[in-house]
């Protein structure tokens, strides 16, 4: 696809699951982000990958939260035992250099814990 | 943490008004960016700032960076409804790396 892809688009699940959530770059976009957004708020910086490895992932809040793009292109962001704070939108964005370059964010992946 | 203040939090106005924004923060940025987000999609970037006192147009918005590169405005024109959304900047940290950190945002509400 031309943009930036995230599935599910709406994700429900229950307190102490575990939930997935897929990123799809644009194709040839070396780096990729993944960041958090509540409602009303900013989005939250919580993952760079530069190709296959992690650059900075100082923002995953904690150890619950892992992220992984074995391949240097699709990236997928794991929740463990997840919580009713989890909730929020996930966005992912893909960028061809890296640096302050511009952003190419999808539509996000809405969270929803019960 | 550099942190991003933006203000007003919200904005709601008459079609056709001029309005400015703000995005402040005691600590210097390498290059600050505006983004415009819609409901239910992600941010599309405006604009990138690098150079202090750095102004930029882009049509009836004009964006302008602090001499400091503390600090960045937006400024838009006889606003219309078409502008309606949430405007967020972004900063590049000069020890962040490509880390971004945004602000939270200024949701601007123009009634026709």
């Known amino acids: 696809g031309a943009g930036v892809s995230q599935t599910p688009s709406n994700k429900v699940t229950e307190k102490g699951k575990y939930v997935e959530l897929r990123c799809d770059p644009i194709?040839?976009?070396?780096?990729l982000y993944w960041y958090r957004q509540s409602l009303g708020q900013g989005p939250e910086f919580l993952i760079y990958?530069?190709?296959?490895?992690?650059?900075?992932d100082s923002g995953l809040p904690n150890d619950r939260f892992f992220a992984v793009r074995p391949e240097g292109s699709v990236s997928t962001l794991k929740i463990q035992r997840t919580e009713r704070g989890d909730s929020a939108m996930y966005l992912c964005?893909?960028?061809?250099?890296?640096?302050?370059?511009?952003?190419?964010f999808g539509e996000g992946s809405r969270l929803t814990v019960l | 943490t550099q942190l991003l203040e933006q203000s007003p939090q919200f904005l709601s106005i008459q079609e056709g008004e001029n309005l400015t924004v703000y995005c402040n923060s005691s600590s210097v940025f390498s290059s600050l960016q505006w983004y415009r987000q819609e409901p239910g999609e992600g941010p599309v970037l405006l604009v990138t700032v690098v150079t202090g006192g750095e102004v930029k147009k882009l049509k009836r918005l004009t964006f302008q960076f602090g001499d400091a590169r503390k600090d960045s405005s937006l400024h838009i024109t006889a606003a219309q409804p078409g502008d309606t959304g949430l405007y967020l900047c972004?900063?590049?940290?000069?020890?962040?790396?490509?880390?971004?950190?945004f602000g939270e945002g200024t949701q601007l509400t123009v009634n026709p």
């Open positions: 990958f530069q190709g296959t490895g992690a650059a900075d």
């Open positions: 964005a893909s960028s061809s250099t890296g640096g302050a370059g511009e952003l190419f």
């Open positions: 972004a900063g590049a940290g000069e020890t962040s790396g490509s880390r971004l950190t």
């Open positions: 194709s040839g976009h070396t780096a």
